[in-house]
C-alpha cells in the first residue's frame, strides 16, 4: 500500500494553476466569469495534497455537451457527485489524489462565496491554517486519503465567523 502523506507547500502550484486556468478557460469559453485558485495549494506554507483546486464561476452549472467534450479534450474528466448537486466537478489525473480538479458553480452564489472565504481566512490566519494542516495529518493517520467531508467540521466553523 502506498504511503499517503502530505506534500510540503510548493510555489510551482501557483503556476500550475495558472496553466490550468488557461486550459478551462480555453474550453468553457464565454461561459467562465471568474477562474480562482482554492484549496491548500492556493494558501502559501500550507501542506496539503498536491492538487490543484479551481473554483470556476459560471452563471449556469448546467454546461452544454460541447463545453464537457472541450474539458475532456484537455485532459479533464467529469465526476458525477450526488452529494453536491450545487456544482460540477472535472478532475484531471487518474491516480489519487487528483493532479487537478475544477470546481464549476455560480458565480457569486453561496458556494462561490464559500470557497473564497475559506481561502481567504486561511491565508490571513497563519494559526488557523496550522490548525487545518494538523487535521489534515491527524486524517492520515488512518492510513488512507481524506475527503472534503473529513474536514467539514473545521470548515463550517470557519465559514461561520
Do not use: C
Not at 479551481?54 to 450526488?82: K, S, T, W
Not at 452564489?109 to 470557497?115: A, E
Amino acid at each position: 500500500m502506498e504511503k499517503v502523506e502530505l506534500a510540503e507547500y510548493d510555489p510551482a502550484w501557483i503556476e500550475r494553476f495558472e496553466a490550468e486556468a488557461v486550459f478551462i478557460r480555453d474550453a468553457l469559453g464565454h461561459l467562465v466569469r471568474e477562474i480562482e485558485h482554492v484549496g491548500s495549494t492556493a494558501v502559501p506554507g500550507l501542506a496539503g495534497k498536491p492538487t490543484i483546486d479551481i473554483a470556476v464561476g459560471v452563471d449556469a452549472i448546467e454546461l452544454p455537451p460541447d463545453r464537457i467534450a472541450e474539458m475532456a479534450a484537455r485532459g479533464f474528466r467529469q465526476q458525477i457527485d450526488d452529494e453536491r448537486p450545487w456544482e460540477r466537478r472535472f478532475v484531471k489525473g487518474s491516480a489519487f489524489p487528483r493532479e487537478v480538479i475544477a470546481h464549476i458553480v455560480e458565480q457569486d452564489g453561496p458556494n462561490w462565496r464559500s470557497y473564497l472565504r475559506f481561502r481567504d481566512a486561511l491565508r490571513g490566519d497563519k494559526l488557523l491554517a496550522a490548525e487545518y494542516e494538523q487535521l489534515k495529518r491527524s486524517l492520515l493517520e488512518r492510513g488512507r486519503w481524506y475527503r472534503g467531508v473529513d474536514k467539514q467540521e473545521l470548515i463550517e466553523r470557519v465559514l461561520e465567523r
